[in-house]
């Protein structure tokens, strides 16, 4: 069993930053590319910025420039720097990883972590 726990989410102003950070924890042998996604009300979940075991980066269009993904792969987190941010940033956050364990490979995901960006 795979654990994904997020944090640091929260209310901020436009402009402002936040950073998110998940945790990885259980049965893990790997992680493969660690992803953060979100969903705004009413809307679809979105994949926002996606990163590989050896560190290759991508970003949707809408958060380049603003967002950064980093991990730390001895400590198995994944953690999103959002700068600049906007009032359309608000979602609730979820943080997802291509894991293996000694019995299977799945993606897993955490609980989600609000962040709200209003003055």
């Known amino acids: 069993q795979v654990h994904l726990v997020e944090s640091g989410g929260g209310l901020v102003q436009p402009g402002g930053s936040l950073r998110l950070s998940c945790v990885a924890s259980g049965s893990i042998v790997s992680i493969y590319t660690m992803n953060w996604y979100r969903q705004a009300p009413g809307k679809q979940r979105e994949l926002v910025a996606t990163?590989?075991?050896?560190?290759?980066?991508n970003y949707a269009d809408s958060v380049k420039g603003r967002f950064t993904i980093s991990r730390d792969n001895a400590e198995n987190t994944v953690t999103l720097q959002m700068n600049s941010l906007k009032s359309e940033d608000t979602a609730v956050y979820y943080c997802?990883?291509?894991?293996?364990?000694?019995?299977?490979?799945?993606?897993?995901w955490g609980q989600g972590t609000q962040v709200t960006v209003s003055s």
């Open positions: 997802n990883a291509a894991t293996s364990t000694i019995l299977t490979m799945g993606y897993y």
């Open positions: 990163i590989t075991k050896g560190g290759t980066t």
